[in-house]
């Protein structure tokens, strides 16, 4: 028997129990709505994702060319058209997540207006975005189970095959995946990231990412002047995170631990080492010092420590700040993404400088040394130049091998000249591409990446097309700007969103009234509906 069969006999059971007073029930109808509404809670959403998430993480281990990816999405409706686009493209949302940015949090959703990456949002706006995004990620399956219902009314009324509609709907592929969410730095101490933690799993969150950084004086991870915390500090936090998991029965919730060291040069916190080679101790060994001979050696206010047995002084700021040795950097990231592996993290984000998989795979690979199966959910980000970085890393390849590079600008010379539209069509250029092209495909098989994001790409695709818009619309060219690169492109495309009425939930409304009502229900769709022109 099907599912679909199934759920409607349960519900005949219920109003056969009830009599008369449930005899306006309909059980296909009320199914239908069940079936519309499979996740009720975002704890059973946790739980669904978390069980993929880890399946695809054993899927990568076993085959590396199994990678997962997402985009980042800043609106519930953004998240859900790009569900409905991979899964109306690639048959399958397989392989897919969202990917909920802070920065993008703090730039779209902060009641305060646009704000930097620096945690100043409010803290609840995480967990309501994750809320949001699940409430647009449903609505999507119910308006396709709504289309499947209303084939499968039309199939019985013609006569036609009535168990393939129905094996269509036993088999209906949900639009509800993984959501990797950025928790910052935790907003605060470890009883903040807990607090915080909860509220984003019961919202939906099966896989929470943490950086290292101090809460208080976090940065973008592509901007300057970013501080570290002692790793006691970070694991703490790692574990608040896992504790929230526990208590709410996400017990598979998948923990990211990010690192900043590669481009973070302070620490607010020297920590205290109890056995010589402890954690601290390690940490410590990293900071920038000058011998203490004597008193002679020492300003007001300055402390000192003591070091492989010599007494030294750190190097610390004007704002109070300890500044770590120059070309520690790639250590730093080592011992950190080892220890959190060790202490209860899943995955490992190293966030570099510039996308270079030789680079990645070189820090992955010394990590692999003691986490064999160590991986990675790399920030494929937009503040990267893509496009000059991997022209750069094809004109040094080209050197390196003694090509002529005589028709070809000297970035040396001039950082920018390779980035010039001429040189487009150029054989250098056109490398550089296959390698942006092949990235992450490259990334997964050589650099231990299980999951490539990109992490702000629908605001800036909100800006690009409404940049693009508006030049034409407000420009000469009036309404057929839309008509030609909007509406034209959507019809062609066969995109739900020509049908916007439709998409908001305007025949699933009808579809419920004539649940409740019958022939009574006052209907917004019919013959007059201006939809019916695509």
């Known amino acids: 028997m099907s599912n679909y069969q199934q759920e409607i006999d349960h519900i005949s059971t219920l109003c056969q129990i009830q009599g008369s007073a ?34 695809d993480m054993a899927d990568y281990d076993q085959d590396h060319s ?26 399958t949302t397989k392989k897919s997540y969202v990917y909920l940015s802070g920065w993008m949090v703090a730039a779209l959703r902060s009641d305060f207006g646009p704000l930097p990456d620096q945690s100043m949002h409010e803290k609840t706006a995480v967990a309501n975005l994750i809320e949001e995004i699940y409430t647009f990620l449903k609505q999507a399956d119910a308006r396709e189970l709504d289309h499947l219902y209303k084939e499968l009314d039309q199939t019985r009324a013609n006569g036609g095959d009535v168990n393939a509609v129905i094996n269509k709907i036993d088999n209906f592929e949900t639009h509800i995946v993984p959501i990797i969410a950025d928790i910052d730095a935790g907003f605060g101490n470890e009883e903040a990231t807990y607090l915080l933690a909860k509220k984003m799993i019961e919202a939906g969150a099966c896989c929470i ?14 901007q300057a002047g970013k501080v570290t915390v002692p790793h006691e500090d970070f694991l703490a936090k790692i574990n608040a995170v896992r504790y929230a998991f526990l208590e709410l029965g996400v017990d598979d919730g998948v923990i990211v631990a990010r690192t900043d060291s590669l481009g973070a040069s302070l620490t607010q916190k020297i920590p205290v080492s109890r056995t010589p080679g402890d954690l601290a101790s390690q940490y410590n060994s990293f900071l920038d010092t000058s011998p203490v001979n004597g008193p002679e050696d020492l300003n007001e206010g300055d402390m000192t420590i003591k070091l492989d047995g010599q007494l030294v002084k750190p190097v610390r700021l004007d704002n109070g700040l300890y500044q770590f040795r120059e070309g520690t950097e790639k250590q ?58 991997f022209r750069e890393q094809v004109y040094q390849e080209w050197q390196e091998a003694g090509k002529d590079l005589t028709s070809y600008p000297d970035p040396s010379l001039d950082a920018k000249a390779l980035m010039t539209s001429e040189m487009d069509s150029t054989e250098l250029a056109k490398e550089a591409d296959v390698l942006v092209q092949n990235f992450q495909r490259d990334g997964a098989m050589e650099a231990g990446i299980f999951h490539h994001l990109i992490t702000l790409p629908t605001y800036h695709t909100a800006a690009l097309s409404t940049d693009i818009l508006a030049e034409g619309y ?19 495309r066969e995109q739900a969103s020509v049908k916007h009425q439709d998409l908001a939930g305007s025949n699933i409304g009808d579809t419920h009234k004539e649940y409740f009502s019958g022939e009574n229900a006052l209907k917004a769709g019919g013959e007059a509906n201006t939809m019916n022109q695509f």
């Open 66 to 91: 199994n990678y997962t990816q997402s985009l980042g999405c800043w609106h519930g409706f953004t998240a859900q058209q790009m569900m409905m686009a991979v899964k109306r493209h690639q048959k």
């Open 474 to 492: 407000f420009g000469d060219l009036g309404m057929l700007a839309y008509v030609r690169d909007v509406q034209r492109q959507e019809i062609r």
């Open 209 to 222: 990412q943490i950086e290292n950084q101090v809460s208080d004086a976090k940065q973008c991870g592509h």
């Open 332 to 389: 730093r990231v080592v011992l950190d993404c080892i220890t959190s592996l060790q202490s209860g993290a899943d995955l490992l984000w190293i966030e570099t400088e510039k996308p270079h998989v030789k680079q990645i795979a070189e820090l992955v690979n010394e990590i692999k040394q003691t986490v064999p199966n160590a991986k990675l959910v790399y920030n494929n980000s937009p503040s990267f130049n893509w496009t000059l970085k």
């Open 22 to 55: 449930w005899s306006a029930i309909n059980p296909e109808y009320a199914s239908r709505m069940r079936l519309q509404n499979r996740f009720r809670t975002g704890l059973d959403i946790a739980k669904y994702t978390a069980k993929i998430m880890r399946e």
